[in-house]
């Protein structure tokens, strides 16, 4: 369903059972920057207002996820850590050159989100599956099912606003260019790295 080339190692979740509270402050980062792409979107996009609607709400949602991770952080005794960099996401984001037209800087940025949700829905599921805190196996179960409506919503938009045959051939050059990516990657625990 998400045609990502290359699955997350299986390992990953052990290194993430390891280090639940540093996943958590990743995570409840991942959901801040979700937020804030929204955000961006609009504000650098206002014209397109079915995206500018659904980016409202999703920025709304985003949020309200970093709130239910950061309750999670504060139920375990802990505080929220310091952000850190996102590997993957600098890689990711150096696949499309920069400049074009604003259509296709619209498209690419929508891509990107696309690809980082269906990577999260990813990551997400085995959490819900392999996790021994049945309590976070249910969570992320919730914010799994979240994040695959998202990654559609994105590529839908990406496929409404350019070309629809443009948008494919991006998407599977994107899709074969994170997989390189996710070669080097499944050995910390962060959410994307």
């Known amino acids: 369903m998400l045609g990502l080339k290359l699955p997350t190692d299986p390992r990953w979740v052990n290194i993430v059972e390891k280090n639940i509270d540093e996943i ?9 920057k979700a937020a804030s792409t929204a955000i961006s ?47 993957y996401v600098i890689e990711l984001i150096k696949f499309f050159p920069k400049g074009g037209s604003r259509t296709t800087q619209l498209v690419h940025r929508l891509l990107y989100a696309a690809l980082i949700e269906a990577r999260s829905c990813e990551r ?35 496929r409404k606003y350019g070309d629809t045959i443009e948008v494919n051939k991006k998407w599977q050059e994107l899709l074969d260019y994170e997989a390189q990516i996710m070669k080097n990657l499944s050995k910390k625990e962060t959410i994307h790295g």
């Open 124 to 158: 997400f599921r085995l959490l819900s599956e392999q996790l021994e805190d049945k309590e976070l196996r249910e969570f992320y179960h919730k914010l799994m099912v979240s994040e695959a409506t998202h990654y559609t919503m994105f590529l839908g938009f990406a």
């Open 24 to 32: 958590l402050t990743d995570h409840a980062y991942c959901e801040q």
């Open 41 to 87: 979107l609009i504000v650098s996009f206002p014209e397109y207002t079915e995206l500018t609607q659904e980016m409202i709400a999703l920025s709304r949602e985003e949020m309200g996820h970093f709130k239910m991770v950061h309750d999670r952080i504060i139920a375990r005794g802990k505080t929220l850590g310091r952000d850190r960099k996102d590997t």
